[in-house]
C-alpha cells in the first residue's frame, strides 16, 4: 500500500489544520493507521492510532483532546483534525499503516512521505 500524506502548512499558534493520508495500491479498510511526528534532532514520535474500522484510538497524553483522528475507508483515506496547536507541535508529520494493532512504536511496514506542520507563536 502507497499512503500519501498532504495538509501541512505554517499556522499561528491556537489555530488549526487538517491533515490527509491518502492510500493506493490497497484498500486501507484491512489496516491499523496511525500518525506519527518527528521534529529536528528528535525521534519519531507516536501521536494517534486508529483501528482498521475506526472504534478504537489511542492518543499521546500530549494531543489528547487536541487532535482527533478519523477514517473514511470508503475514500481510502484517514484524517488527523489538529484544533488549539502549539509551537510545540511543529513537525514532520507521517502517516503509517499496520496490521493487527494499534501500536506505539514506529514499527509499522508502511509509511507515507511526511508533510510539514509549522506552529508560529
Known amino acids: 500500500v502507497q499512503l500519501q500524506a498532504s495538509g501541512g502548512g505554517l499556522v499561528q499558534a491556537g489555530g488549526s489544520l487538517r491533515l490527509s493520508c491518502a492510500a493506493s495500491?490497497?484498500?486501507?479498510?484491512?489496516?491499523?493507521m496511525a500518525w506519527f511526528r518527528q521534529a529536528p534532532g528528535k525521534e519519531r514520535e507516536f501521536v494517534v492510532g486508529?483501528?482498521?474500522?475506526?472504534?478504537?484510538?489511542f492518543y499521546a497524553d500530549s494531543v489528547k483532546g487536541r487532535f482527533t483522528i478519523s477514517r473514511d475507508n470508503a475514500k481510502n483515506t484517514v484524517y488527523l483534525q489538529m484544533n488549539s496547536l502549539k509551537p510545540e507541535d511543529t513537525a514532520v508529520y507521517y502517516c503509517?499503516?499496520?496490521?493487527?494493532?494499534?501500536?506505539?512504536?514506529?514499527?509499522?511496514?508502511?509509511w507515507g512521505q511526511g508533510t510539514q506542520v509549522t506552529v508560529s507563536s
Open positions: 503509517a499503516a499496520g496490521l493487527y494493532v494499534i501500536t506505539p512504536t514506529p514499527t509499522y511496514p508502511y
Open positions: 486508529i483501528s482498521w474500522s475506526g472504534g478504537s484510538t
Open positions: 495500491g490497497r484498500t486501507l479498510s484491512s489496516y491499523v
